[in-house]
């Protein structure tokens, strides 16, 4: 029995989530940068997390995802029933086990009984015991409107011509 790779992107890119979500919503390109995962791939993830309520999106200037929940009620089953299709919807290659089916399902349910015992919260307390560096959100540089540049006023005269009537006077 092995985790899928929609398995372990999606909870390697909710532990980055997790880590990050403190300094306000994160944008899925820089999780896509840091893990080195495809942004389309991320958002079809993320798409299925959304569903499930294991995360949020915010719009926007700002926007990204934060978690829908606390981590602390997050397990590794929850975000990997969230992306993986069911092992009863599997391929036919994987259905062709014919009388070993029973026990690849059973397996299966174990794996996912002690994956519901690892929580979110958990995996980000792990990486941050191990000294995972956290850079700091850019900062944001604050939108100002053009400053109103106000037409100079002269008295001084605005042509030849005016020049010499202002002197005939």
Do not use: C
């Amino acid at each position: 029995m092995r985790m899928s790779t929609k398995g372990r992107f999606a909870v390697n890119a909710l532990i980055d989530l997790a880590l990050r979500e403190p300094a306000g919503p994160v944008a899925l390109a820089t999780i896509s940068q840091r893990q080195q995962i495809s942004l389309s791939y991320l958002e079809q993830l993320f798409s299925r997390l959304r569903k499930d309520g294991l995360v949020e999106s915010t719009r926007g200037p700002g926007g990204g995802y934060t978690l829908g929940r606390p981590a602390e009620r997050i397990t590794v089953a929850d975000i990997v029933k969230a992306v993986d299709e069911p092992f009863e919807d599997q391929t036919d290659e994987e259905r062709s086990l014919g009388m070993s089916r029973a026990l690849w399902l059973r397996l299966n349910a174990v794996m996912l009984e002690h994956m519901a015992t690892i929580t979110l919260a958990n995996l980000v307390q792990e990486q941050k015991d191990s000294g995972v560096s956290i850079e700091p959100r850019p900062a944001r540089r604050a939108i100002t409107p053009q400053p109103v540049v106000k037409p100079v006023r002269t008295t001084a005269p605005n042509s030849v011509f005016a020049l010499a009537r202002s002197l005939g006077d």
